[in-house]
């Protein structure tokens, strides 16, 4: 077999960045909390924790007073950063630089279509790190849409400001897209349309992954995903994947290879998501590799 790994894949700049920061803090201290998975890979979680790195939920947040909290690339609420004031926690902000200033046109959003009754609709995953922050900014007023039905939670009569997760499917996006669009001019045949204002905020390191490894996808006989569960842009991804090839498989990690994947492939391809590091797809690799001894690395 012939395995390669794609070079597309691994972390994006934020968890990169995110993850530094964490190493870098822990070289002169011995404990360093973080709000949530620090990147949504059970493995990476578990190599940080061993460096010292203690993950920790917003209850818990509430109780600590005096010590340092790394916030992740997803960003937080400002209720994170009221409470980190109140109890003297220091905060090292790995926030990712897109999600910030989505954050920022959210809010400014919110701000300014207060005074016309218009809503702040957000399309991502209810209870997703990023989409909390995002709500946030708007007293957890936004309205979280992931599926078709979510849209009965609009009331289409009113102006509509439309956002993204910056991890979700550009395709997902314009299909809710074009949903809110048509409900629009369904709810109002006898009146004047209200506003409708939609951003593409998904961030373009992301998006444009989905075209490369539609690509990568049709150049092997077999393709398996590397990614953690928790992933939401490692589920988005796979199903690139898997439209273009049937015979891609997701995996967590080299333990739940299967050696019948690989009985009649000359060439298979090892990809992941934003959340998944590059040591642990060379891992995949070498576990491929060992189902047989003439693979080229």
Known sequence: MNITIDKNSGYCFGVEFAIQMAE??????DELYCLGDIVHNGMEVQ????????IIDRQQLEELHDCKVLIRA?????????????????????????????????????????????????YGQVGHAEVIG?????????????????????????????????TKSTKGFYHIKALIEERIRQANQDSTLPDFDANDSICRQVSNREPQLARFATEHDVLVFVSG??????????????????????IENEEELERAWFANAQSVGICGATSTPMWLMEQVARGIAAFDTAAVQ
């Open 24 to 29: 870098d803090e822990m070289e002169t201290c």
């Open 47 to 54: 190599r940080l924790y061993e460096k010292g790195l203690r």
């Open 74 to 122: 997803h960003g937080e609420p400002p209720e994170t950063y009221r409470v980190a004031l109140e109890n003297n926690i220091e905060l090292i902000d790995a926030s990712c630089p897109v999600v910030l200033k989505l954050q920022n046109r959210v809010k400014h959003a919110f701000d300014s279509k207060r005074n016309d009754n218009g809503q702040i609709v957000i």
């Open 134 to 166: 995002l709500a946030g900014q708007t007293r957890d007023e936004a309205i979280i849409v992931t599926t078709e039905a979510d849209l009965d939670k609009i009331d289409f009569k009113r102006p509509v400001t439309l956002f993204s997760q910056t």
């Open 229 to 250: 569960k928790k992933s939401s842009n490692g589920k988005a991804l796979y199903s690139v994947c898997k439209q273009h090839n049937p015979n891609s498989y997701f």
